[in-house]
């Protein structure tokens, strides 16, 4: 599998987890807000802070029609699309400050992007990797353009099925990209972990071999730390200072505890899925001795037939492995052994 760099941090299986703070639409409207919240990303531990460039224009049409009104069991029920997204963008005015403060606070900034002006504008900042919401997963013309800045994609696969991730793939291919990441997704706000599927992610390296992370709309904590321990090698987090005063993300938004418990528990479950591996570990091996081995459990008499009278496997391990029981069984002893001794081939004939 071909790692990915962002930033200069490799991105792979066999590196920690790319801990990713997304902040969306939780600034509220407020610039000093958006930059507490790279700050206490920073500060908690995260990789990269990740915003999402696009105006209303970009997005939707500013319409009244049923089509461009939300329905369905989510956060946004009723609202217009384009007045939603309106609310929610963050200004592009905004970005040449929020990158350089986020590279003042020592933490990675990207974004997601929409449409060209976007790209455009972070190309304009130097950014590092582009991301693809699981929403514009299916749009092949922004993939390969995106890919045809050379940076990195990392692309979320909510809604995706096998056919729609391969097609975003080759769009990535076909526009000259050669560093791609998918993101495990489930598309709901907030997701039912009982719907994350993280078994999914383990499929979808063996069958597409790029890096695979996940990103986490659930209200819990364990979800991230469980899909790293399977291979996950990208968590997504939306990230909020507080709940207060409320954005259009800030229900399934991460609290800065809940942020930190995150981040450690997956780094945790990545040094606990450790590798493929047989056989005591280093700091076990000092407990090999406690195994069971075999040992003279009476006195025993030159010439004296050794039974399961006189010899038993017990602990600790000093002794012949107990495997050797039925080989030893009935053959005399060259010497006298003493009870608690351990049963070696030199003591029998």
């Not at 930033?7 to 920690?16: H, N, S, V, Y």
């Not at 528990?265 to 450790?274: E, F, I, L, S």
Request: proline share 6%; net charge negative; with cysteine.
């Amino acid at each position: 599998m071909e790692a990915i760099t962002i930033g200069g941090r490799r991105i792979g299986p066999d590196a920690p987890p790319y801990i990713i703070a997304e902040v969306s639409a939780n600034h509220g409207g407020d610039l000093a807000r958006a930059k507490r919240i790279i700050k206490l990303s920073a500060d908690k531990g995260a990789d990269a802070v990740k915003f999402q460039a696009y105006t209303a224009d970009s997005m939707t049409l500013d319409c009244d029609l049923s089509d461009f009104v939300i329905s369905g069991d989510n956060p946004w029920k009723g609202r217009r699309l384009h007045a939603l997204y309106e609310e929610a963008a963050t200004p592009y005015a905004w970005f040449p400050e929020l990158f350089a403060y986020a590279k003042e606070c020592g933490i990675q900034a990207f974004a997601s992007v929409f449409g060209k002006d976007s790209i455009d504008l972070l190309e304009s900042l130097g950014a590092p990797a582009y991301k693809i919401a699981s929403f514009e997963a299916v749009d092949t013309e922004l993939i390969a353009a995106c890919a045809a800045t050379g940076k990195p994609l990392i692309i979320s696969t909510g809604l995706c099925n096998l056919s729609d991730i391969q097609t975003a793939l080759d769009a990535v291919r076909n526009g000259g990209g050669s560093e791609v990441a998918l993101l495990r997704c489930n598309s709901s706000y907030p997701a039912d972990p009982a719907e994350a599927n993280l078994q999914t992610i383990a499929d979808m390296i063996r069958r597409f071999d790029v890096p695979v992370g996940y990103s986490d709309h659930t209200l819990e904590v364990l979800p991230a730390a469980l899909a790293v321990g399977i291979g996950a090698c990208i968590v997504e987090k939306h990230v909020i200072d507080a709940r207060e005063p409320a954005t259009a993300d800030s229900t399934f938004s991460s609290l800065p505890d809940q942020l930190e418990a995150l981040i450690k528990g997956c780094h945790q479950a990545y040094a606990a899925r450790g590798m493929v591996k047989y056989g005591p570990s280093k700091r076990e091996e000092r407990s090999v001795v406690f195994r069971r081995s075999l040992y003279a459990v009476r006195d025993i008499r030159p010439g004296e037939l050794l039974t399961r009278a006189n010899i038993r496997s017990i602990r600790p391990g000093n002794g012949l492995a107990p495997r050797c029981l039925p080989e030893l069984l009935g053959k005399p002893a060259l010497r006298s052994i003493s009870r608690g001794e351990p049963i070696q081939w030199d003591t029998v004939r």
